[in-house]
């Protein structure tokens, strides 16, 4: 699938909202979940994700993340599911900005990556944050306070 990104061989991230079909071809891609960062009431959500990717064999979780509503306490919860769950992992959003933020903010806590580190890689990615400020204020904000006191 030519919409996937690798961010490292455990966590990928895909560029748009991924069909049924997709979702049928990522176990044999060798993935084992999906992390869903889209709300459904967002235009085009796919209504029967969480079945397609389940009778599939896929671990399946959605946490719907606003870029706008950036917090602590969701990026906490997200965080979490992107450690337990099994690997390789694939997150999707709308535009692919919110997937990579997230996995992003993980691969750079449990890396040890500095946000600017981060910002880079996200670059390297397509993403660029520096025409996203609110996002890469808080993003700074909550790598460097989680790499002063890991969670």
């Known amino acids: 699938m030519e919409n996937?990104?690798?961010?490292?061989?455990?966590l990928a991230i895909f560029i748009g909202q991924p069909s049924a079909e997709e979702l049928e071809k990522l176990p044999q891609a060798g993935f084992k979940s999906v992390l869903n960062l889209r709300s459904s009431k967002e235009e085009g959500f796919l209504k029967n994700e969480q079945r397609s990717a389940e009778a599939v064999g896929l671990n399946y979780v959605n946490i719907p993340l606003r870029p706008d509503r950036l917090n602590d306490e969701i990026i906490d919860r997200i965080l979490v599911e992107i450690d337990q769950l099994p690997k390789p992992m694939?997150?999707?959003?709308?535009?692919?900005?919110?997937a990579a933020t997230a996995t992003l903010i993980y691969i750079a806590i449990h890396e040890g990556l500095s946000p600017e580190e981060a910002f880079?890689?996200?670059k390297e990615l397509g993403f660029d944050y520096d025409e996203k400020p609110g996002i890469k204020q808080f993003v700074s904000k909550y790598v460097s306070n989680c790499l002063k006191s890991p969670i």
Do not use: T, V
Not at 4 to 10: L, R
Not at 90 to 98: A, D, E, M, N, Q
């Open 90 to 98: 694939f997150s999707h959003c709308k535009s692919g900005l919110r």
């Open 4 to 10: 996937i990104k690798y961010i490292n061989k455990d």
């Open 120 to 122: 880079a890689k996200g």
